[in-house]
């Protein structure tokens, strides 16, 4: 059974950045296309960005693009997402997860059959 661990939230101030990075340990993961989902207190599960397993084709929710970049090395099989310039609503607990399938396009988070326990970022004002 393959295994997603996040890491690197924490707390910044609005405006700010955070790195979040995702380990897997299948390395059949390393074909996979890997997306970022977050939910904040209250919410759903949202989707954030996704990466194709070549790192050749990206797509990002409308809330995050331009400020949010996706990225992935295959041979670390670990995938990455740049925050910056922070909004206060971007606090979440953010997940890492990997679907069977390839391709990016794929927003529904019951079509992702493994995930992560999740990493918390919180932006402050």
């Known amino acids: 059974q393959g295994q997603l661990v996040e890491s690197g939230g924490g707390l910044v101030q609005a405006g700010g950045s955070l790195r979040l990075s995702c380990a897997a340990s299948?390395?059949?993961?390393?074909?996979?296309?890997k997306t970022w989902f977050r939910q904040a207190p209250g919410k759903e599960r949202e989707f954030v960005a996704a990466l194709n397993w070549n790192g050749g084709s990206t797509d990002y929710a409308d809330s995050v693009k331009g400020r949010f970049t996706i990225s992935r090395d295959n041979a670390k099989n670990t995938v990455y997402l740049l925050m910056n310039s922070l909004k206060r609503e971007g606090t979440a607990v953010y997940y890492c997860?990997?679907?069977?399938?390839?391709?990016?396009?794929?927003?529904?988070?019951?079509?992702?059959?493994?995930w992560g326990q999740g990493t918390q970022g919180s932006v402050s004002s």
């Open positions: 997860a990997v679907r069977l399938g390839t391709g990016v396009g794929v927003r529904d988070r019951n079509e992702y059959n493994y």
């Open positions: 299948e390395r059949t993961f390393s074909t996979r296309t």
